[in-house]
């Protein structure tokens, strides 16, 4: 399996931006899709955004679309989720996720696709 750390999280304004990393080690990061959920206290984890392993595809959920985006540098081991016009609702704790499923389809937006978890980083979005 691989290790996942997830940074970058923090308070911001509504409509301001955030980037949030993931770093990976262990095994070869460009053979998992990766992906990013989030999760609000009470509620199920919800999808973000996943990115295929060579960075040329990507789902992204409705809520996001537009104003979030996932990329990968496979050289550093790290996968990114940089979020613009943030809105009070985007208040979570995010996650990444490596899946060893290695074509990215609709299947990962869900999180049993997943095989790796980092520990989540909290992001929180003043009205």
């Known amino acids: 399996q691989v290790q996942l750390v997830e940074s970058g999280g923090g308070l911001v304004q509504a409509g301001g931006s955030l980037r949030l990393s993931c770093a990976a080690s262990?095994?070869?990061?460009?053979?998992?899709?990766m992906g990013w959920f989030r999760r609000v206290p009470g509620k199920e984890r919800e999808f973000v955004a996943a990115i295929s392993r060579n960075g040329g595809s990507t789902y992204y959920a409705d809520s996001v679309k537009g104003r979030f985006s996932i990329s990968r540098d496979n050289a550093k081991n790290t996968v990114y989720l940089q979020m613009n016009k943030m809105k009070p609702e985007d208040t979570a704790v995010y996650y990444c996720?490596?899946?060893?499923?290695?074509?990215?389809?609709?299947?990962?937006?869900?999180?049993?696709?997943?095989?790796?978890w980092g520990q989540g980083t909290q992001v929180t979005v003043s009205s």
């Open positions: 996720a490596a899946s060893e499923r290695g074509v990215l389809t609709s299947r990962h937006r869900r999180t049993n696709e997943y095989d790796s």
């Open positions: 262990g095994r070869t990061f460009s053979s998992y899709v």
